[in-house]
């Protein structure tokens, strides 16, 4: 595969961990306006041996939050409704995912250890309706924190795993 030139909201990057299986994150936002830019991500459940399809990543989870919605960051009553389908238990909130922050520069630096399998229809604000984010932009903290480790950590600040198909526009 070429090497990763951009990242765009939906995209879906895979790489190797520690504990050498494939991993996956979604790109729920990215900022581009100005420098400095970033791309915010929302890390799933994929944990295989070989590199995950696209079909792989919806069948999966991501990490996030039943939240109240902002009156800014509104989703329409569409994607509410899909994520109530998904997920009953949690209505009447909505989904929010949980970001991993990698600012363009690093990911620059490090963009040769991931693979872009290609891209998902998200709802927007999926990240600005979660509830927490962490810098998440050098490779080895990456590489070592999906060593298992981001299971438990998530867990210990509140988020839970969703369906990838509850924020997937239809």
């Given at each position: 595969m070429g090497k990763i030139k951009d990242i765009n909201q939906g995209d879906v990057l895979?790489?190797?961990a520690d504990d050498g299986k494939h991993k996956a994150i979604i790109c729920t936002s990215v900022y581009k306006e100005k420098s400095p830019q970033n791309f915010t991500f929302a890390a799933t459940?994929?944990?295989?041996?070989?590199?995950?399809?696209?079909?792989?990543?919806?069948?999966?989870?991501?990490?996030?939050?039943?939240?109240?919605?902002a009156d800014y960051f509104k989703y329409s009553?569409?994607?509410?409704?899909?994520?109530w389908n998904q997920h009953p238990e949690i209505e009447p909130y909505h989904l929010g995912s949980y970001g991993l922050v990698i600012w363009r520069k690093d990911f620059?630096?490090?963009?040769d250890n991931f693979n872009l399998i290609g891209n998902l229809k998200l709802v927007d604000n999926l990240d600005k309706n979660g509830n927490g984010s962490m810098n998440s932009s050098d490779w080895m903290f990456l590489k070592d924190f999906f060593n298992q480790?981001?299971?438990n950590v998530l867990l210990e600040r509140g988020?839970?795993?969703f369906k990838v198909k509850a924020i997937i526009k239809n």
């Open positions: 895979t790489f190797i459940t994929v944990d295989q041996e070989g590199l995950p399809s696209i079909n792989d990543v919806t069948e999966n989870g991501f990490y996030g939050i039943g939240n109240r919605i009553e569409e994607e509410i409704n899909n994520m620059m630096k490090f963009r480790k981001f299971k988020q839970k795993q």
